[in-house]
């Protein structure tokens, strides 16, 4: 793709004014350029993204914005970025802001495309428009009392409405779209609806509405009798208009009568009503009208202008008031209808209300609305401080009248149940409240049917839970409580709960925690109970015989007991001074750089007595040298002894431990202690590494030990920058496995 020029260039200046929105993106996807327009098609909380952002984060923020529907977002955001913008593609989608928006991509020569959007509101809503005044004058036309039909410049009908079928003559069904005017009057005449008419009547009438406009009448021969207008039609061809005006003169009488009668009703009306003929004089005013505009009343005949003149002068508009403002608020040329609020210099407000006539005349109402207005007003004061109580309540709230419709509710209500502030506006059933939450997957699956919410039978409530909880999908956890109102209503209030849930949970497992740290104390007190009396035992009995024994390889041989069960008491005493170390943080490490192999083969040596008295195979497999590593070689032995010790004691006879070691990819080393010893339950590894923990519970264990090997082990191993692992399955034994880092990565 070329190379996009400078954006103060004359190209982009045109492109930044066009009203449309241009985007550019390279052969990657990637923005190239956008205008102005395209940024504000976002919305006025999006920001413009800088060049190089992928053509999936602009889709994402335009769908955010809701400029590709309020239906899907997600869906049209993948969609509009999977586009293949090699093709042309285009589409039309209503933003969130009601526009309808045409958008286009078109591939750009030599990679990258170029995507459009055109703002056509203004044209769907003429379309719209069009077909709904079509659909409405064809609908009226076939409403209205007087028939019409319409034939092209052939003579042949195009169109005629019910009306038209029904006046022309007795048998309906007989005039067809098609037929000639000739082949109607034809038809007339030998169904006897021409009889009253003479000879040359009858003949000139296809003639009529062919050049000139023809009104006639003709008499029925039931009596009645119908008025024809026909005249011809620009583009050839004759409209012609059918009414029935046997009862003109009734309803002459009846219209006397009514005028009568409404003359009556005007001077009865709370509502001022003033009359102006086609001339814009005053033709008729009634009692209310003068009085609600007391001090600039009318009088019959008046002229408009002159009363709006007249009116200005005394200042009824105000005294600032550009007289050719006011000129619509008093009907002055203005031949639509509108309504409109003003206040009188008195104080009072007067709604107008203008209604053209049919012959260019206006009917103006006026109604005093300055108590309405106050009323109101008060109960939009009233409503704006209760609706504030609610927006400042720390729970959700919404009031439900007894038919299950909202009456009110707070934003913290439409959050905690999944809605928006539109989906829970006032008049909203709690069903279709129900239905949303259920569109938006609110509810768990448990609940899909939404029956914990509240049953319903007909339009009454039939049972309502006082206060249930339930977890909402972000797991957030809802007390939801239900209470009547007097009036048959109800009110339901939703607390998050999620805060305090969490805090109880944490006091529960702090005390599960204090629980099982009490359970793990006096399992330690015991195991080491058990493991300081059997040296102590060895040291008093030994040092008894020594006492009354009298032959010397007998003594020695009791002090070498006496000896050994001492080293043993020692080495839980120093088990138990590292393990305090370690909680206390202060546990000394010496940094070296070494190679490990020599600690590996003395470890294995240190172990091997040990491991022929339990006739157990100790193999070493370790190379004559390993790349070094920094840290404490005798720490370093401690964990390897703590292994090897653990490795022996959990071996059966004639069992088999090997430790290895070897380089290991990337630097460093890999050693690997393996056993057949009885291995343990994969959940148990992490109990296996806390202190004082045995995994084979009580005094009458197999396997005796403080619990503290592992865990000096690992401690030890973490401190150095070590990484030990376990694997074991139970009876297949466990392979321990450290990871040495090279010299230079190793903690100093």
């Not at 428009?129 to 042949?156: C, F, K, M, P, Y």
């Not at 977890?471 to 809802?478: A, M, S």
């Not at 291995?679 to 519970?697: K, V």
Request: proline fraction near 6%; aromatic fraction near 4%; charge should be negative.
């Amino acid at each position: 793709m070329t190379a996009l020029p400078c954006r103060d260039n004359p190209p982009w200046v045109v492109l930044d004014s066009l009203p449309a929105g241009v985007a550019v993106y390279d052969a990657a996807g990637r923005l190239s350029y956008a205008n102005a327009a395209f940024w504000a098609q976002a919305g006025e909380a999006a920001r413009p993204l800088p060049p190089g952002t992928p053509v999936a984060e602009v889709a994402a923020l335009m769908a955010r914005a809701g400029h590709y529907g309020t239906e899907g977002p997600d869906d049209r955001r993948e969609a509009v970025a999977a586009l293949d913008r090699r093709r042309v593609y285009r589409f039309l989608a209503c933003n969130a802001a009601g526009r309808w928006h045409e958008m286009t991509s078109t591939p750009l020569p030599g990679g990258g495309s170029l995507s459009l959007s055109m703002d056509i509101t203004g044209i769907r809503r003429s379309e719209a428009e069009a077909v709904e005044h079509a659909a409405l004058l064809e609908a009226i036309l076939d409403r209205l009392d007087t028939g019409v039909s319409v034939s092209n410049h052939a003579g042949r009908l195009t169109y005629f409405n019910r009306a038209y079928d029904r006046l022309i003559s007795t048998e309906h069904g007989a005039i067809r779209l098609g037929m000639t005017r000739a082949e109607v009057f034809e038809h007339l005449r030998r169904a006897g609806e021409l009889d009253r008419m003479t000879p040359e009547e009858v003949a000139d009438l296809p003639l009529r509405g062919v050049r000139e406009t023809s009104v006639f009448r003709r008499e029925r021969p039931d009596g009645s009798t119908l008025w024809i207008r026909a005249r011809p039609v620009p583009e050839g061809g004759v409209l012609t208009e059918v009414g029935d005006v046997t009862a003109l003169r009734q309803a002459e009488q009846a219209a006397q009568e009514r005028a009568a009668l409404l003359d009556g009703v005007l001077a009865a009306l709370p509502h001022g009503v003033c009359v102006y003929g086609p001339d814009r004089r005053v033709r008729m005013v009634n009692a209310a009208y003068q009085s609600i505009m007391a001090g600039a009343e009318v009088a019959i005949g008046e002229h408009q202008r002159d009363i709006f003149a007249r009116r200005v002068a005394e200042g009824e508009f105000g005294p600032e008031r550009d007289p050719a403002l006011a000129m619509p608020a008093e009907g002055l040329d203005h031949p639509e209808a509108y309504e409109r609020t003003r206040r009188r210099p008195n104080g009072t407000l007067v709604s107008v209300r203008l209604v053209p006539l049919p012959d260019g005349g206006q009917v103006v109402v006026m109604t005093d609305v300055t108590a309405l207005t106050h009323a109101e007003e008060r109960a939009e004061r009233r409503a704006a401080t209760l609706q504030a109580m609610l927006d400042n309540q720390p729970d959700g709230v919404a009031l439900f009248d007894a038919e299950g419709h909202l009456i009110a509710a707070n934003a913290l209500a439409a959050h905690m149940t999944g809605l928006t502030v539109e989906q829970m506006k006032p008049g909203t059933h709690l069903l279709d409240l129900r239905q949303f939450q259920v569109a938006a997957k609110e509810f768990g699956p448990d609940e899909q049917d939404a029956r914990s919410f509240v049953a319903w039978r007909g339009d009454r409530p039939l049972e309502t839970r006082n206060r249930y909880i339930r977890r909402r999908p972000d797991g957030t956890i809802l007390e939801v409580r239900t209470d009547l109102t007097p009036d048959g209503g109800f009110i339901r209030t939703y607390r998050d709960v999620t805060e305090e849930r969490r805090v109880r949970a944490e006091l529960e497992a702090a005390r599960d925690a204090a629980e099982a740290a009490s359970r793990a104390k006096s399992g330690f007190l015991a195991t080491m109970t058990h493991e300081l009396r059997t040296p102590l035992h060895a040291v008093i009995g030994f040092s008894e015989a020594i006492i009354e024994e009298h032959r010397l390889d007998l003594i020695r041989d009791h002090a070498a007991e006496v000896l050994s069960a001492g080293r043993q008491l020692l080495g839980l005493v120093d088990g138990l001074l590292e393990a305090t170390r370690i909680e206390a943080g202060t546990l000394a490490l010496r940094g070296a750089v070494f190679d490990p192999a020599p600690v590996l083969r003395a470890a294995a040596n240190a172990r091997r007595n040990a491991a022929k008295e339990a006739r157990v195979d100790l193999v070493l497999d370790v190379p004559d040298r390993l790349p070094p590593m920094r840290g404490d070689p005798t720490r370093f032995g401690q964990v390897l002894d703590a292994l090897l010790s653990n490795a022996v004691k959990f071996t059966q006879p004639g069992g088999r431990v090997v430790l290895a070691g070897a380089p290991a990819e990337g630097g460093g080393s890999a050693v690997s202690l393996t056993d057949t010893g009885i291995g343990m339950a994969p959940e148990s590894i992490p109990r296996a590494f806390e202190a004082f923990t045995q995994l084979e519970a009580g005094l009458d264990r197999r396997y005796a030990g403080s619990g503290l090997g592992l865990y000096l082990a690992r401690a030890i191993a973490e401190a150095m920058g070590l990484g030990l692992t376990l694997e074991s399955m139970p009876g297949l034994g466990t392979t321990a496995r450290l990871a040495l880092p090279p010299a230079e990565e190793a903690p100093t």
